[in-house]
């Protein structure tokens, strides 16, 4: 095991989410249960699989994703076989980080692709989980400080993974703010309900109020929401079901067919034209 947990380590963890919950949880492994125990002993060497094949793995084809939900797939597998869907509370967000982490296999070579298609020299355009800008905010004590030094903060959300990249302002020349300005946020769930769904509405108005060129997308394992409740009126772009059922229901496998009509979707989006009015006007004769 203690040759896992080193592999573990030397990988990013700023992308890797799902490895560096495993090392939040071995750094108490002395506290855990001895069915955590257990579970994070199997689980290492099942993951460090799972993690192998997806970076070896190149390619955004829909073979290649159907490639990397078939790895997903049996890992998945794996925990409910041993009955480890359970053994972790949902506090400690082991489940959803194997979503987190899998955005980023899942995008890693778009991105790649396209940043040699851009002026990016800067390594700006960034992805993984974030702090997501939504909007700027001015306070003051009094009407004297709002005249002579107005506070300016930033308001952000955590997402769970974005395409994004770090802005920084600096306002009359004394305050220096820094955020991440998503072009893609995506929020993943094991399952989504009512009161999620009315969560995640709230977010999506708030992203776009930040940045109207972004997209909001929702990536649940099953779907909750009674079916007379219709989010096509909220900003969300699209809520994407990977296991295209109910949780009561019988549990089908994640899709791979969902995930490609994601990633398909983010791509048109991050190659087209945000804001060409002329062209818009002369080829479509459609504005927005």
């Known amino acids: 095991m203690e040759n896992t947990i080193k592999k573990l380590q030397s990988l990013d963890l700023n992308t890797h989410i799902h490895a560096a919950n495993f090392l939040a949880k071995y750094k108490r492994f002395s ?11 199997k689980l290492a060497e099942k993951y460090l699989l799972f993690h192998n094949t997806n970076i070896k793995l190149i390619g955004y084809s829909h073979s290649i994703i159907e490639k990397r939900t078939k790895s997903l797939n049996e890992y998945f597998n794996f925990i ?12 400690s967000k082991f489940r959803p980080t194997i979503m987190e982490e899998f955005m980023f296999y899942l995008f890693r070579d778009l991105i790649l692709d396209i940043k ?12 993984g989980g974030a702090k997501a800008y939504t909007n700027l905010y001015f306070s003051a ?22 395409i994004y990249r770090p802005i920084s302002l600096i306002i009359e020349g ?16 094991t399952f989504i309900d009512k009161t999620m769904l009315e969560g995640s509405i709230a977010t999506a108005e ?28 909220s900003r969300i772009n699209q809520i994407y079901v990977l296991r295209k059922c109910k ?11 969902v995930l490609c009509d994601l990633l398909d979707n983010i791509k048109i989006h991050l190659e087209r034209d945000w804001s060409n ?8 004769g459609r504005i927005i």
């Open 141 to 162: 004590k009094n009407l004297e400080s709002f005249i002579q030094e107005p506070k300016i903060g930033v308001n952000q959300k955590d997402q769970d993974f974005a």
């Open 247 to 257: 949780r009561r229901d019988v549990i089908n496998p994640i899709y791979s067919d």
């Open 31 to 41: 506290g855990l249960s001895k069915a955590q125990q257990n579970a994070i002993e």
């Open 277 to 284: 009015i002329e062209a818009k006007l002369t080829q479509h």
């Open 206 to 233: 708030k992203i776009k109020s930040g940045n109207p060129y972004s997209l909001y997308f929702i990536v649940t394992e099953t779907y909750e929401v009674d079916l007379n409740v219709d989010p096509a009126y």
């Open 116 to 127: 040699k298609n851009i002026n990016d020299n800067g390594n700006q355009l960034k992805l």
């Open 80 to 91: 409910s076989s041993n009955n480890f869907d359970n053994i972790f509370s949902s506090q």
């Open 174 to 189: 004394t305050t220096n703010i820094h955020a991440n300005l998503p072009v893609v946020a995506i929020e993943n769930k």
